[in-house]
């Protein structure tokens, strides 16, 4: 059996989302629609955070908490740090908010503080406008040496840089759904991949890092067509095979908006539907919110390729669906008679399961953004 997971920092119809998708192989593909880079032995590690008041079974399983990920990241830092985050607050005061759970986040700015003053270079893209006003994380990295865009989105697309990503050294490799927020540490459910000695993927990873940052700049524009530095040969119909913990795997990044997507890149609807069309027993989709409406936009539009490819494995190849969806203060209600449409197709008679869930908080997480 293939086993093919997608990492995201993903809401429906975000205008900026990053991803990776990668695969466990049994049988290699050919050599015409497989890349092979088996020199780089990587290593991966699933990556997780969750609230700290939340109940969990001691049977339970448990991936790498976020904290230590990120600190084992920065303790192999020797030249350079790259980050894409859509926004920081690394420390309670950024909120106001006097909270001991903000800890693990200081202590976050002060390990990335102290490897500026051993003179590493650190590179990061952020999104303007914010909803967070009062973060001084940047401006004291800013101070002490680092290098800062702020990527103008609502100009360029009208949304926000929704990626989350570090690349250390070009060859180790942090990507998930968390930003650079001590809340994402202690406080909420996230959930990321930690890659390490993979060069070769970070190196095309490092390329939709330059998509963001050569754009933060007065004005800017999105070039049609892209310069071909930031084409890629990666991609969904020609993956790159890697060594994942000694196993033989193919991978591949993708981009969106479309036109974030220069030559080679795959877009992100396209990786999406491809993991669920490609589902032989499950697909098991955890997310923030679920709306197969251009949710963001007034008056809101139909926008239903996601929705109609869960229904179709469903119901005519019998895969089994479970969605886990957050429910926040904030969200909107309408979101549930979406969720009540999907799991009214379950028929036990015809062997069709979509099961969904939500997960609820029982406070407001100091007004916590996606």
């Known amino acids: 059996m293939v086993f093919r997971l997608i990492v995201v920092a993903w809401l429906f119809l975000v205008l900026m989302i990053s991803l990776m998708k990668f695969s466990t192989v049994i049988t290699v593909k050919n050599d015409s629609t497989v890349l092979h880079n088996l020199q780089d032995l990587c290593n991966f590690q699933l990556v997780e955070s969750l609230p700290q008041d939340m109940p969990y079974g001691p049977n339970s399983s448990a991936a790498k908490p976020l904290y230590q990920a990120w600190m084992e990241l920065l303790n192999m830092t020797h030249e350079s740090i790259h980050v894409v985050s859509y926004y920081w607050t690394l420390t309670g005061k950024d909120l106001d908010v006097n909270d001991t759970s903000s800890q693990q986040g200081e202590e976050i700015l002060k390990k990335l503080e102290s490897l500026l003053s051993e003179n590493i270079s650190m590179f990061i893209a952020t999104s303007v406008p914010s909803k967070v006003y009062h973060s001084t994380d940047l401006k004291v990295l800013e101070g002490k040496g680092a290098h800062v865009k702020w990527v103008n989105f609502g100009h360029l697309t009208h949304g926000v ?44 990873l490092w390329k939709t890092f330059q998509t963001y940052w050569d754009l933060g700049v007065p004005n800017a524009t999105i070039p049609f ?28 990044f993708s981009a969106s908006p479309f036109s974030f997507c220069p030559e080679g890149r795959t877009f992100d609807l396209a990786a999406v539907l491809d993991v669920i069309n490609d589902a032989e027993e499950f697909v098991y989709v955890s997310m923030m919110e679920y709306f197969p409406t ?7 539009r139909y926008w239903p390729p996601i929705d109609n490819a869960l229904r179709r494995v ?28 999907l799991s009214v197709l379950t028929n036990p008679h015809t062997n069709v399961t979509i099961d ?3 997960f609820i908080l029982e406070r407001d997480i100091f007004g916590m953004l996606n």
């Open 314 to 341: 469903a119901v005519s190849y019998n895969v089994h669906v479970r969605l886990l969806i957050s429910c926040w203060i904030h969200t909107v209600p309408s979101m549930f008679h979406y969720l009540k449409s």
């Open 225 to 252: 067509p892209w310069p071909s530095n930031y084409s890629t040969n990666i991609n969904r119909r020609k993956p790159l095979e890697v060594q994942f913990n000694g196993t033989t795997t193919k991978a591949y």
């Open 356 to 358: 969904v869930k939500i």
């Open 161 to 204: 840089l929704h990626t989350k990503f570090w690349i250390v050294d070009r060859k180790h490799i942090f990507l998930g759904s968390p930003n650079v927020d001590w809340r994402a540490l202690t406080q909420v459910k996230e959930v990321g991949v930690l890659i390490s000695n993979c060069g070769s993927l970070a190196n095309d």
């Open 294 to 300: 251009s949710h963001f936009r007034h008056p809101p």
